[in-house]
């Protein structure tokens, strides 16, 4: 009997989104581990990460990098299939909908902080409407939606400030090593160019 | 790394600006909607959104409003009110219950009746004479 392998091809864009992944996996980690006055209120610093990916490759791999940080950060911290599992995947899921429509948006006018705004509400929009209609179909939880909205806007300014300020700075990490780049290249030009220095002509 | 204000706002564009304003202002409104918990004393009943009695929440009585499909009863009761019986084929108006929150609204869409419960406008003018 000869042994079978199975071979999954791992792509350039696999560890890419791995790696974006596990980012945001350790923020949602980090952020449970921080006390939070009202339940349900988490700063979701994971989407920076998000926004990062969205910015920088897109919407498909926002997504990958989005649902594959719901399900193992809540694998990590024991909370698949609890209800603040379906919490955070119903308000990823809205947020990556509202995402995918405000990327749209002219990029000259709205930048990471429109998005952040955006996907934060549209978070709690789907956590609100989760809790409304399968754990406490009344009225009362809507009581928290100010709350809510009001969170929102406080982290969803700050989110966007810290992705625009992380793409600011890739951008210009980017432009110095382009320099760097540019500038060894120049030198390798220059020492092939000139003829190399002899004793004689120095003076 | 430090950023100063300047440098912050650099990270903005004018676009952000627009949506922050325009989520605030949802905000607020949210916070007008839900945060007045309030005791109520009034109730406002509606036909097609026209008032059609405006009830103190004092004594407990009931009230017969006629809409297009049949009869829908409020009923009134110290601090609080609700719709008891109503036409409409899913009862949701009648499932909500007393409603005694500033602002609670029951709608009972089929037979086109409304009833909201509204807090006390001037809470504290009796308190001052």
């Known amino acids: ?203 | 790394m430090a950023l100063r204000a300047k440098q912050w706002l650099a990270l903005t564009r004018p676009g952000d600006w627009l949506v922050l304003a325009l989520l605030g202002a949802c905000t607020v409104q949210l916070f007008g909607i839900f945060a007045g918990r309030g005791p109520v004393d009034r109730a406002v009943i509606r036909r097609d959104g026209e008032v059609i009695a405006e009830v103190m929440l004092a004594v407990k009585k009931r009230i017969e409003v006629q809409g297009p499909l049949g009869i829908t009863v409020v009923e009134i009761e110290p601090g609080r009110a609700r719709i008891a019986a109503d036409p409409g084929a899913r009862q949701l108006c009648v499932r909500q219950g007393w409603l005694d929150r500033a602002n609670a609204t029951a709608l009972c869409l089929p037979n086109h009746i409304s009833l909201q419960v509204q807090g006390k406008a001037a809470r504290h003018d009796t308190l001052v004479y």
């Not at chain 1, 864009?13 to 939070?36: K, M, N």
């Not at chain 1, 009344?138 to 992380?166: E, K, M, R, S, T």
């Open chain 1, 1 to 203: 009997m000869t042994r079978s392998f199975i071979e999954l091809p791992i792509t350039a864009d696999d560890r890419r989104i791995a790696g974006y992944a596990s980012a945001a996996i350790a923020l949602s980690i980090a952020e449970a581990a921080i006390p939070s006055p009202v339940p349900g209120i988490k700063p979701g610093l994971a989407n920076i990460i998000i926004l990062l990916v969205l910015l920088r490759y897109g919407w498909t791999d926002a997504a990958w990098v989005s649902l594959l940080r719901v399900a193992a950060g809540a694998l990590a911290l024991g909370q698949l299939f609890t209800p603040g599992f379906f919490f955070s995947l119903g308000g990823a899921l809205c947020s990556l909908t509202v995402l995918a429509l405000s990327i749209r948006l002219p990029a000259r006018w709205f930048g990471p902080v429109s998005h952040s705004l955006l996907a934060a509400f549209a978070h709690i929009g789907g956590q609100l409407l989760i809790a409304r209609l399968w754990l406490m179909p009344n009225d009362g939880v809507l009581y928290l939606a100010p709350f809510f909205a009001l969170a929102a806007i406080v982290f969803g300014v700050i989110n966007g400030l810290a992705a625009a300020w992380l793409l600011a700075r890739e951008a210009s990490v980017d432009e110095l090593v382009a320099r760097a780049d540019s500038l060894t290249t120049a030198r390798a030009n220059t020492t092939a160019v000139l003829p190399a220095p002899t004793c004689e002509s120095r003076p």
